[in-house]
C-alpha cells in the first residue's frame, strides 16, 4: 500500500463518506442484505450495508452466514456485478405513436442518476473496463451505456476473504484494487473497526477532505497488506492461463465437450451473473389498437437457442455447441477480439450454477488432455 496518500477512519467516518456522496448528488449503490442473499441495490447510509454478515460459496451454492464481527465488508462477492447498472437488463430504444396518419418516434431517454458504487471489489472493477470496450471503445458507442458510465464515483473495497469459487489472482484482476477508483477502502478488523482508505483521484481526496480523519501509519499500513496478502493466498480456485487461447482453439474436438453438455441445463445462469457477458436480443412490441409501438433492447445469452437463430434454424442447435461457444470465447477469442481476457475470476458462473459446472475444471480437463479427438 503506497505510504502517501493514505488516511484512516473510523467506521462513524465512513458514514459520512456516504452522506457526503449524497449531498454531492450521487445515488448511493452498494451492498445490502436481501431475499437471501448480498445484492446491489440504492442504499440510504451505512445502516444499510451487510453488518456482520458473510457468506458459503462452492459450485452450485450459496448460503449466507453470520460473522463473528460486525464486518460491512466481510463477504466476496454476491450474485450481482454492476454490469446491471451500466448494461440494463431491459431498456426502451424507442416508442412510436401513431398521429395524422403517421407515426412520431420518440427516442429520447430520461438522463441517468448520477451512481457513486459502494464497495467495488477489484474484479468487478475490471469487468466494466472489460465492458467498457465493449460498449465506449469500439467504433461505435452505445449512447446508454455512456450516459449512465458518466461521472460514476467508485468507492472500492480490498477484499478482506476469498469466496470458495473466486480464482482473481489467477485471471491478474485481485484481490487488490489498483485502479478505476476514487477511494479505496481496506476494513481492519484488529481491534478497533477502521478502513484504511487509499485516495485514487482528485475527486476522491475532495471528498475525504470534508471527513475527520488521520494519516494512516505504518502498522495501519502493513495491517491493511496483510489482509490482502492473505486473501490472495486463499482463493478458492485456480485457473492456469499461459497458452489458454490456443489451447481452446487446438481443442474445439476435444470429448470433453460432450460431458459438459450432459450435465449443462442451458439455463443461462453462468451468462446472467458474468459481470462481462453482453449479449442482447430486440424485441417489438405493440398495443392491441395498433396506435403505439415499442422497441426494447434485453438481455440476452448465447446459451438459447433463438440467440444464434438465422433464416433456416439456429446456427447451434446443441448445448454442447452452445457451452464451447460462451468458454472459447470468454477465455480465448475474446482476447483475439478484445486484447484482453473476457474473464475476471469472480466466480460467480461456479457458484450460480444449478449443476456446479465449474470453468476452471473445465480448462483444466481438457490441458490434462490436450489434443484428445472424439472416438
Not at 454478515?53 to 448460503?63: I, K, L
Not at 403517421?102 to 475490471?126: K, M, N, W
Not at 477480439?337 to 444449478?354: L, N
Request: aromatic residues 8%.
Amino acid at each position: 500500500m503506497n505510504e502517501t496518500g493514505c488516511v484512516v477512519l473510523p467506521v462513524a467516518g465512513l458514514g459520512g463518506l456516504l452522506q457526503a456522496l449524497r449531498q454531492e448528488g450521487y445515488q448511493l449503490v452498494g451492498p445490502t442484505v436481501r431475499d437471501g442473499a448480498i445484492v446491489h441495490a440504492e442504499i440510504s447510509g451505512i445502516e444499510d450495508l451487510p453488518a456482520g454478515w458473510t457468506e458459503e460459496q462452492e459450485a452450485g451454492t450459496y448460503r449466507l452466514k453470520r460473522r463473528d464481527d460486525g464486518a460491512l465488508f466481510g463477504y466476496s462477492l454476491g450474485p450481482q456485478s454492476w454490469k446491471q447498472h451500466f448494461f440494463v437488463p431491459r431498456l426502451r430504444l424507442f416508442e412510436a405513436r401513431r398521429r395524422d396518419g403517421a407515426f412520431e418516434v420518440d427516442a429520447t431517454q430520461p438522463t441517468p442518476p448520477r451512481l457513486a458504487l459502494i464497495g467495488a471489489r477489484s474484479c468487478d472493477l475490471h469487468a466494466i473496463e472489460v465492458q467498457d470496450r465493449t460498449f465506449l471503445k469500439g467504433p461505435f458507442v452505445d449512447p446508454d451505456y455512456a450516459a449512465r458510465r458518466e461521472g460514476v464515483f467508485v468507492v472500492a473495497v480490498n477484499c478482506g476473504q476469498a469466496g470458495g469459487t473466486c480464482f482473481c489472482v489467477s485471471m491478474k484482476t485481485g484481490p487488490r484494487v489498483t485502479r478505476w477508483f476514487d477511494l479505496a477502502l481496506t476494513e481492519l478488523l484488529d481491534g478497533a473497526h477502521r478502513f484504511v482508505v487509499e485516495v485514487g483521484t482528485e475527486r476522491g481526496a475532495a471528498v475525504l477532505a470534508k471527513l475527520e480523519s488521520r494519516p494512516a501509519d505504518a502498522g495501519d499500513r502493513r495491517t491493511a497488506d496483510d489482509v490482502v496478502e492473505k486473501t490472495a493466498s486463499s482463493m478458492g480456485r485456480v485457473l492456469e492461463t499461459e497458452g489458454i487461447k490456443e489451447l481452446l482453439y487446438r481443442n474445439l474436438e476435444h470429448p470433453r465437450w460432450d460431458d459438459v453438455a450432459g450435465r449443462c441445463l442451458s439455463c443461462t445462469n453462468c451468462t446472467l451473473v458474468c459481470p462481462t457477458c453482453f449479449c442482447a436480443s430486440v424485441e417489438d412490441v405493440t398495443d392491441l389498437g395498433g396506435e403505439t409501438a415499442e422497441r426494447w433492447r434485453r438481455w440476452d445469452s448465447c446459451f438459447t437457442l433463438d440467440h444464434s437463430h438465422l433464416h433456416g434454424g439456429s446456427v447451434r442447435s446443441a448445448t454442447r455447441s452452445r457451452y464451447r461457444q460462451w468458454l472459447v470465447h470468454k477465455v480465448a477469442s475474446w482476447i483475439d477480439q478484445f486484447g484482453t481476457s473476457g474473464c475476471v475470476g469472480c466466480g460467480r458462473c461456479i457458484t450460480w450454477c444449478p449443476v456446479g459446472i465449474d470453468i476452471t475444471e473445465e480448462v483444466a480437463a481438457i490441458r490434462a488432455t490436450d489434443g484428445r479427438k472424439e472416438p
